[in-house]
Structures are given as C-alpha cells and as structure tokens.
C-alpha cells in the first residue's frame, strides 16, 4: 500500500477483555515500530522489529502486552486483560532499512478507550 | 537517559507569520539524529525536517528550517509564512546512534500550533 495502515481506527473494550490491532506497514520495510500514546503527551516506544524478529521489547509496559510480526510484514499488538491504564492512542512505525536516522513513516494509530 | 524538552505547550500566530517552536535535550551522546514531526488531528506522524548531529550545517525544508546548536542542545523548529495547514501538535524527537538495535526514539511531550486566519 502507500502508507502503513493500522486497524482498528477505534477500539473500544470492556475492562478484563483482550485486544488485537493491526499494522500493515509499507511493502519492503525493514523495520517496524510500535509506540503508545497517551492523550496530551509524545509517544512513547514500546517494541521494535527488524524483519520478523522482534530486537527490542524493552518498552512494554507488562507482560500482558505482546506483539508479533511472523513473517516480517504484517504486525500485531495484543494486550490481554486490558486495564484502564491501557487506554491509549497505539502508533506503528515503519522504515526501509534498519540504518539509524532512517525516516519512520507512521500510520494514522487506532485509539483504544478502557471502560 | 535521553531527555527531550519542549517548553511552550502551546503557540498561535497570524497565518503569514514567522514561528519559531524550541526544543532542547539531554544526552551525554556525540553521534544523533534529531527530528521534528508534525501530528495533525488525523494522528498520523508525518516528519517534518531531520538534523544529524555530526552535520553542522543547519537543516531545510522549503518553509521549514531548524537552529541547532548542538553545544547547549538545542535544536528550534521555524516555520516561515505559516500557513492554516501548519496548524497541528509538532513533536521533537531524539535518537541516538543506535547500537544493539536500539533504535529508540525519545519524544518530546509536544506543542500545540495555531495559525489563525
């Protein structure tokens, strides 16, 4: 496609339900990013793969969040038993190479709300 | 710790005029990259200018330009002849060179640009 497509847009769930959202960067990008986003604030990184392998995950705030990319495109966040705290825009990243400085190019995020 | 600070919350200017966003940071790095990103409400990201620290050379892009001095860690965002479309969140963002995979990017928490008309 012509630029990373995240989905759900919007994602509303119940407090103690799983979530999956998708990422589907641009064809041929090396590299994919996942940040979280809360309201009035930056972003901050969550995870990092480089192809299908996933580099960094040290920005995972627990282990009830988790995130794939199997075959080195398509990517998927799941956070399980979400919490309140969860409620978050989630950014996902992508960039050609894994060159440091390489332009991220980023989907339009998908807003999830806890209640 | 990387840190990235953006002191001005929010700004808002008369379409035409020069702005200037400031952004300063805090590294013990000598090799980084530096950007600014604009957030318009559609949430999408979109990079606006790219600085490396090794470049003295300050960066453009058309109406776009950055002051960075790398000695007080400074790195301000002008916008020259805003325009309506200029109005969004503009991030500034830090990434050292990366080793071991980190390709972290430290964000600032952002300024809210109005251009009014």
């Known amino acids: 496609g012509a630029g990373v497509s995240q989905s759900p847009r919007y994602k509303v769930a119940k407090r103690g339900q799983d979530v999956a959202l998708r990422c589907d960067p641009i064809s041929g990008h090396v590299s994919l990013f996942w940040y979280q986003q809360a309201l ?17 995950k040290s920005g995972l705030p627990s ?20 919490q309140q705290e969860d409620s978050a825009v989630y950014l996902c ?18 807003r999830l709300t806890v209640t | ?8 919350p929010e700004m808002s200017v008369q379409e035409a005029e020069t702005v200037t966003l400031s952004c300063t940071y805090d590294t013990s790095e000598s090799n980084y990259y530096l950007f ?20 003295q050379q300050n960066a453009t892009e058309n109406r776009f330009s950055v002051n ?8 301000s965002l002008k916008i020259s002849d805003s325009q309506l479309g200029d109005t969004a969140m503009y ?22 640009l109005i251009i009014k008309p």
């Open chain 2, 36 to 55: 600014w990103y604009k957030q318009p409400p559609s949430r999408q990201m979109i990079l606006v200018i790219r600085q490396e620290a090794y470049k």
């Open chain 1, 63 to 82: 282990d009830r969040f988790f995130a794939e990319r199997p075959e080195g495109s398509v990517s998927t966040l799941k956070i399980q038993r979400t």
């Open chain 2, 1 to 8: 710790a990387q840190t990235v600070t953006q002191s001005q």
């Open chain 2, 91 to 112: 991030f500034c963002a830090f990434m050292k060179q990366p080793m071991d995979s980190n390709y972290q990017l430290i964000w600032g928490a952002g300024t809210k």
């Open chain 2, 68 to 75: 960075f001095q790398k000695a007080a860690k400074s790195f």
């Open chain 1, 93 to 110: 990243a992508s960039s050609l190479t894994d060159r440091g400085g390489s332009p991220l190019h980023f989907g339009n995020g998908t």
């Open chain 1, 40 to 56: 009035g604030q930056g972003p901050e990184f969550l995870t990092y793969f480089q192809n299908e392998a996933q580099l960094d």
